[in-house]
Nanobody, 114 residues
Framework: QVQLVESGGDLVQPGGSLRLSCAAS????????MGWYRQAPGKQRELVAFITRGGSTNYADSVKGRFTIHGDNAKNTVYLQMNSLKPEDTAVYYC????????WGQGTRVTVSS
């Protein structure tokens, strides 16, 4: 079983930046396409960014140009750099494979508010 542990969430003002981290208990990033998801209050969980095994990236329109996903296979960690944050980015952020193969971690909370 693979454990996914997200971290890096915080309270930040609009326009600010955060970097989220997702550490896996074993090396899965060379096997699976990995994604960052978020779930805002009262909404369904959505995929906002993913990176393929080959390093290609894809973003939801709502975050394109502001968020960047990248991975470090040596550290079994995938990151989400979030810039120009908006209040609508407020959510709990999770990582998982693109097909959500593994059990969800506890996520990391991002709150964008002045």
């Amino acid at each position: 079983q693979v454990q996914l542990v997200e971290s890096g969430g915080d309270l930040v003002q609009p326009g600010g930046s955060l970097r989220l981290s997702c550490a896996a208990s074993r090396n899965i990033f060379s096997i699976y396409d990995m994604g960052w998801y978020r779930q805002a209050p009262g909404k369904q969980r959505e995929l906002v960014a993913f990176i393929t095994r080959g390093g290609s990236t894809n973003y939801a329109d709502s975050v394109k140009g502001r968020f960047t996903i990248h991975g470090d296979n040596a550290k079994n960690t995938v990151y989400l750099q979030m810039n120009s944050l908006k209040p609508e980015d407020t959510a709990v952020y999770y990582c998982n494979t693109v097909r959500a193969r593994f059990a969800w971690g506890q996520g990391t909370r991002v709150t964008v508010s002045s």
